[in-house]
C-alpha cells in the first residue's frame, strides 16, 4: 500500500557521518600542528649552538651525543657565568627537546598536511550535502529559522573562543609584576613588565595595519556582494564576492609575511625563559584568528561559484548571509588583537 508524501515545515535529516568525521579531520590537524611546531621550535641544536664556536662546532658536539654537548658546554665561559638554575635548565631544555624532536620526527609537516586535506575533504563533502539539501527543496521557512539560530549559536560559541584568549592574556598583562614567582633572577626581573623584558614586539603600524585595513576593506566589499545580490545585480555580486575572496588571501599572504619575519628575527626569543608565554600567546590568538580567516575565505569562495551557478536568488540566500556573518565576526576579531594585542600592549 503506497502511502502520500507528507506534507510539514520540518526536514529530519538523513544521519550524517560529516560531524564525526570533520572532528577526526580537525583531530589529526591539531596533532599535525603540535608535531610540526614542537619539532620546529624546539631544535636541540638552537639552544646549544650559542655556547659553541660555531654551527659547525655544535652539529658535531650534537653527533657525538650527550657526553660531547656537555663536555662542550663546560668548557664555555658564558655557560658557566650563568646563574646555576639556568644552568640546569638550559640542560633540561636540551634534553627534553632531544627526546621530542627525534620522537615526533624532526617537525615533520607529513602530518598537519594530512591533516588539513582531511579537513577539507570533510568540509566539502558536508557542504555538498547541504547543498543538495537546499536544490530537494527541503530548507524550509522553518528549516531556514533554524539554521539561522545554529548558525548564531555557532558563531557566539567562537566568540567565546577567543574570550577565552584575550582574557588570559590580559590576566598576564595587567598583573604581570605579580608572577615574579621564579628562583631565576633574571626571570624574576624580566616579569616584572609586560612584555617581559627583553622581548622586541612587532611594530604594529606595519604589516599589522596593512591587514587592519585588508580585513576592513573585505568587511565592505562582502557587505556590497550581499546588497547586489539582494538586488538582483548578479553581476556586481559576484565581483564584490571575488574581491573579498582575494582580500582574505592576501590577509593570509601577509600574516604569513610577519610570521617568517617574527621568526627571522627572532622577536619572542623562542625558548627563553622570560619572554615565552609572551610569544606563544601572540602566535596561539593571531595564529586561530588566521585560521579562521582561511575558513572564512574557503566559506567566501564556495559562496562565489555557487552564485556563479546560479544557486541564489535575491529572496533565498542563507548560505551567503552565514558566510557574511561569519567574516564580520573575523573582522570584528581582529580589531580587537589589533588594538589590544599589537598597540596597547606593545
Known amino acids: 500500500m503506497g502511502h502520500a508524501a507528507v506534507k510539514h515545515d520540518y526536514h529530519l535529516v538523513d544521519p550524517s557521518p560529516w560531524p564525526i568525521v570533520s572532528s577526526l ?16 621550535v624546539d631544535d636541540p641544536l638552537s639552544i646549544i649552538q650559542g655556547y659553541f664556536a660555531n654551527e659547525e662546532a ?22 658557566q657565568d650563568l646563574d646555576p638554575a ?29 591533516g588539513f586535506l582531511f579537513t577539507l575533504y570533510a568540509m566539502a563533502s558536508w557542504w555538498g550535502d547541504v547543498i543538495k ?32 584568549w584575550f582574557w588570559m592574556f590580559f590576566e598576564v598583562g595587567l ?86 619575519h617574527a621568526l627571522h ?5 623562542f625558548g627563553g625563559e622570560t619572554v615565552g608565554v609572551y610569544g606563544s600567546s601572540f602566535f596561539m590568538a593571531t595564529g586561530f584568528h588566521g585560521a579562521h580567516v582561511i575558513i572564512g575565505t574557503l566559506f567566501l569562495a564556495v559562496c562565489l561559484f555557487r552564485l556563479m551557478a546560479g544557486h541564489f536568488t535575491p529572496q533565498k540566500h542563507f548560505g551567503f548571509e552565514a558566510a557574511a556573518w561569519y567574516w564580520h565576526f573575523v573582522d570584528v576579531v581582529w580589531l580587537f588583537l589589533f588594538a589590544f594585542v599589537y598597540v596597547a600592549f606593545a
Request: aromatic share 12%; net charge negative.
Open 133 to 164: 539539501e537546499s536544490h530537494k527543496g527541503d530548507h524550509t521557512p522553518v528549516v531556514g529559522i533554524g539554521l539561522r539560530y545554529g548558525m548564531i549559536l555557532f558563531i557566539a560559541s567562537e566568540v567565546m573562543f577567543f574570550v577565552a
Open 58 to 79: 655544535a652539529k658535531a658536539a650534537l653527533a657525538g651525543g650527550w657526553k660531547a654537548v656537555e663536555a662542550g658546554l663546560q668548557a664555555n665561559a658564558g655557560f
Open 86 to 114: 639556568l644552568q640546569a635548565k638550559t640542560i633540561a631544555d636540551f634534553k627534553t627537546s632531544q627526546q621530542w624532536y627525534w620522537l615526533l620526527g624532526k617537525g615533520d609537516p607529513i602530518i598537519l598536511v594530512g
Open 175 to 260: 598583573f604581570a609584576d605579580e608572577r615574579t614567582l621564579s628562583t631565576i633572577p633574571e626571570v624574576a626581573e624580566a616579569w616584572a613588565n609586560w612584555p617581559p623584558t627583553g622581548v622586541e614586539t612587532l611594530d604594529p603600524f606595519h604589516l599589522p595595519l596593512m591587514n587592519t585595513l585588508v580585513l576592513l576593506l573585505s568587511g565592505t566589499t562582502v557587505t556590497w556582494a550581499h546588497h547586489a545580490l539582494q538586488t538582483g545585480n548578479r553581476k556586481s555580486a559576484q565581483l564584490g564576492l571575488l574581491i573579498t575572496v582575494l582580500l582574505g588571501i592576501s590577509f593570509t599572504g601577509l600574516q604569513v609575511l610577519e610570521y617568517q
Open 25 to 40: 579531520a580537525l583531530f589529526v590537524l591539531a596533532i599535525g600542528a603540535v608535531v610540526f611546531m614542537k619539532g620546529f
Open 265 to 269: 628575527e627572532d622577536y619572542f626569543g
